[in-house]
């Protein structure tokens, strides 16, 4: 498939969200609602689950199913009280020592008013200077759209994995074309040159692992996600934490370097 193509595929009605993938790979899954400061935002749910035998923290962008339930999750652009409750989460994970999960499908953070006196852009910054450091494995699944700082705030992780079908990018390829070349026909030219997908972000280095989707049969994708987060959790939660939180800031300090 194209660029686009993936794009289009990414956002399709129908496809799996967040919920689906806490309900499909793990049991006792018990939601925390709320950041202690504001209020509880629909567009993030995130709570305690177990993976096998295995106690972890999973927070999720939710988008919902149906128009109603879209509505309320506001599309999944979250609001900057649903990045502080991840966060409340995380750190609650970190006091446990508890692996997390973060499945990412939205289009960006919610930039409207209240979200920006609330402080969206603070709350995202928090996220990435506090992930950086948490004493505990993380890892990050895009699983749809991966838009912008809305996505990046629950993307610093020990490693971060693509769906084949999913898509992250600093900005979308509408908004792409609207700016360079102010004209809406070169969205499919953006997207190119975004270099947005799983391929092309494998390629770069940017995450560490692509998760076939089976179109016919998504238990599958599930089952093989299942495997591998339990695989790769077991190996780093092994790992002394400091150099746990190394390997994740070398992970980030190395990308772009040209050799």
């Known amino acids: 498939m194209e660029a686009y193509e993936k794009v289009l595929a990414a956002r399709a009605k129908g496809r799996a969200t967040g919920l689906d993938f806490i309900n499909n790979i793990f049991s006792d899954f018990i939601e925390f609602h709320g950041d ?4 509880d935002d629909k567009a993030i749910v995130a709570g305690l689950a177990t993976l096998n035998d295995m106690p972890v923290t999973v927070i999720a962008h939710e988008k919902g199913h149906d128009t109603k339930d879209k509505v309320a999750r506001n599309f999944g652009s979250a609001h900057p009280e649903g990045y502080r409750k991840a966060l409340r989460l995380m750190k609650q994970a970190e006091k446990f020592h508890r692996p997390i999960i973060c499945f990412i499908d939205t289009t960006g953070a919610y930039c409207g008013l209240g979200a920006e006196e609330r402080g969206q852009g ?10 950086m450091t948490l004493k505990t494995p993380i890892i990050s699944v895009l699983i749809g759209e991966g838009g912008s700082g809305g996505a990046l705030a629950l993307a610093v992780a020990d490693e971060v994995w693509m769906l084949e079908n999913s898509v992250y990018s600093v900005i979308s ?3 792409c074309a609207s700016i360079l070349w102010k004209d809406p026909a070169k969205t ?4 190119e040159c975004l270099k947005l997908t799983a391929d092309d972000l494998f ?3 940017v ?7 089976q179109k016919d049969d998504f238990d599958k994708t599930y089952n093989i996600l299942k495997t591998e987060l339990y695989t790769t959790f077991k190996k780093n939660m092994s790992l002394p934490t400091d150099e746990l939180t190394q390997n994740r800031y070398m992970r980030f300090r190395k990308m772009g370097v040209s050799e």
């Open 122 to 131: 603070q709350a995202i910054a928090e996220n990435l200077m506090e992930m």
């Open 188 to 191: 499919w030219e953006a997207a």
């Open 203 to 205: 390629g770069l280095n």
């Open 173 to 175: 390829p509408e908004g």
């Open 36 to 39: 202690r400061r504001f209020s």
């Open 207 to 213: 995450i560490e692992k692509i998760i076939p989707e």
